[in-house]
């Protein structure tokens, strides 16, 4: 079975500032798709970036990046120039290739953006 | 297009009763998928249904069903809730069955509290 593990309960970071977020997994698979996904508070969840494994090249999404280390199984999320509204729970998660839309989350990091 | 709903949004339930959930996924969307949110356990796979078919499950008691309709909409009914059901229930909706990757898309969930 597929873990997640998020391993920043919290974290803060200032305005215009670049923070990242970590993120570790364990699979078998060898194809597979990773997420970062953001749930501001009381609000929706919604999909910030993904990366499928057998890309080697990093996703980026404007001010968002990942660093995907496939043999360390790492995926951190990268924010650029930090805003306000980047102030969420934020969640990686899994997903097996094929058949199944079954997502395995980590626990999530509290990210605040401080003005 | 309208996005994924979900109704109630919010349910106050006590012990020993039932409680049945509904989710409208994205018009053409044929899978849809729930999750339970909790502090403690963070986001759990409960199932996921593909063209009125149950086509994964997670690691629930028997207690938690679902169904879903030839129109796509989903319902999940708890049985006997308990205290520990107090949660935020997600459903997510996709395309699903195409080959590729078919982004997730999640509704605002349903609130229940158990007293």
């Known amino acids: 079975a597929q873990t997640v593990t998020q391993s920043q309960p919290e974290m803060s970071v200032q305005e215009a500032e670049t923070v990242t977020l970590s993120c570790t997994y364990d699979?078998?698979?060898?194809?597979?798709?990773l997420f970062w996904y953001k749930q501001p508070p009381s609000r929706q969840m919604i999909l910030v970036i993904r990366?499928?494994?057998?890309?080697?090249q990093n996703a980026t999404e404007n001010r968002f990046s990942v660093n995907f280390q496939k043999a360390a199984k790492s995926f951190s999320l990268k924010i650029s120039d930090s805003q306000l509204g980047d102030t969420a729970m934020y969640f990686c998660?899994?997903?097996?290739?094929?058949?199944?839309?079954?997502?395995?989350f980590g626990k999530g990091t509290k990210l605040t953006v401080n003005p | 297009k309208a996005g994924v709903t979900q109704t109630p949004r919010y349910l106050i339930k006590t012990r020993g009763q039932q409680v049945t959930l509904s989710c409208s996924p994205i018009?053409?969307?044929?899978?849809v998928s729930w999750y339970q949110q909790t502090p403690g356990q963070g986001l759990q796979f409960l199932f996921e249904?593909?063209?009125?078919?149950?086509?994964n499950k997670g690691n629930f008691p028997g207690r938690f069903s679902g169904r879903q309709f030839s129109n796509s909409r989903s319902e999940m009914n708890v049985s006997t809730l308990e205290l520990g059901d107090s949660a935020l229930y997600l459903c997510?909706?996709?395309?699903?069955?195409?080959?590729?990757?078919?982004?997730?898309?999640f509704g605002p969930g349903t609130r229940l509290t158990v007293l």
């Open positions: 997510a909706s996709s395309l699903a069955g195409l080959v590729g990757y078919n982004e997730q898309f």
């Open positions: 699979t078998s698979e060898s194809n597979y798709y």
């Open positions: 990366q499928e494994a057998y890309k080697q």
């Open positions: 998660a899994f997903l097996s290739q094929g058949g199944s839309e079954k997502l395995v």
């Open positions: 018009s053409g969307h044929r899978s």
């Open positions: 249904y593909f063209s009125e078919t149950q086509r």
